[in-house]
């Protein structure tokens, strides 16, 4: 058994717990990551919209400010990353167009309109033969839709590349195990035992493992994170150079009251998303999941059955009850949270790695992240959680 000490431990190497590390090092303290494969997790399987308006959901307006927060960063976040690594994380400000495919499609997105309209969010209701003209490979079936020029997208397994670069260079330690236990002394967290069982010694924990973070052994019971697994398959389909742009944005429809997305890589890649399914840890590809995607966006855009389909895939999202992350310290001394990011633990990842670098060096939340302490589920202070969102996400 071996013993390593370090001011700041973080729990998972997924694009959440590579930010806190890489800027937690980035102020001076002296910080590891213990995973087993750094750069994983549900980024590898994301579609990478940053898309703060076009997902905008009832119920959601506080957690709307955070994720407009971050998307404001990104583009400085992305400048920073690229200069110090090298890495072309494939950041496209290409905007998005969600579109309607029948009549009640075409009321549900008028809802949403008028819904980012009250929250001061910009967004531009086209007809279907403007979105034809932006986007000519749509079908003549559309019947309107919204142009939102600020959601815009990135590759996140090369997010995922470069932050693990980035941490490397910023001198973060990478542990590539697994984190079997916490380690609790006189209530106060002090590191983790790993699969092996070395002790990981540390001053304060960050405990971000995504969908895992609610079973790490060693976490006191009624502080375990309220995370919970949310499957998500997606389809990648590669548009032959010849073809290319097949589409010039993400795109986003409402096909019959079903929720599909297509986002478009410069490098020829199409990601056809996504499913959400409560199964637990379950992630089978199903011929129902993709016959699913693979519907829906064949109706939204005929010509995607020219197209090779290069990968199937399934991720597991980590849903909180409220559809919000938690970040911060929780009620046991030494441990933070980092986690419950949902939909959006791509576009939540710059702010997310500034709000936990603030905590980590003030020990306080900074107020734009203050509702989203992991105390607010704490059994005497727990508030209703927010409605379910619909059968997929927006
Ligand atoms: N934000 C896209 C998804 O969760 O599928």
Known sequence: ?????????????????????WRAAQRGLVTAVVDPEPGGGAAQVAAGMLAAVTEL???EQTLLGLNLAS??????????????????????RCGTLAVALDADDRAHLRELHAFQLRSGLESEWLSGRECRRLEPMLAPGVRGGLRV???????????????????ERAGVVFHRTWAERLSVVR??????????????????????????????AG????????????????????????YAPFLSRTVRALVRGGHV???????????????????????????????ELLRDAHELM???????????????????PDNAPMLGPTALDGLLLATGHFRNGVLLTPVTGDVMAHVLVTGELPDLARPFTPKRFDADLAVPSAPAPSERPA
């Open 261 to 291: 997305y297509l986002v478009p890589r410069e490098n020829g890649e199409l990601v056809v998303g996504a499913t959400s399914e409560e199964l637990g840890w379950d992630t089978t590809v199903t011929a129902g999941g993709v016959y």
């Open 302 to 320: 005929p010509g995607i059955t020219e197209l090779a389909m290069t990968e199937t895939q399934a991720g597991l999202r980590p849903g909180s």
């Open 57 to 59: 959901h009832y119920g």
């Open 187 to 216: 209530e106060r967290a002090v590191g983790v035992v790993t699969r092996e069982g070395d002790v990981l010694g540390a001053d304060r924990v960050v405990l971000a493992a995504g969908s895992l973070s609610g079973r790490l």
């Open 71 to 92: 998307a404001r960063r990104y583009p400085d976040f992305v400048a920073e990353l690229t200069e110090l690594t090298g890495h072309d994380v494939g950041y496209r």
């Open 149 to 167: 020029d600020g959601d815009d997208q990135i590759d996140p397994r090369r997010l995922s590349a470069a932050l693990v670069a980035a941490c």
């Open 219 to 242: 976490v006191p019971e009624d502080l375990l994170p309220p995370v919970r697994p949310v499957k998500g398959q997606v389809v990648r389909l590669t548009v032959p150079g010849q």
């Open 1 to 21: 058994m071996s013993s390593r000490t370090s001011d700041v431990l973080v729990v998972g190497g997924g694009v959440i717990g590579l930010v806190t590390a």
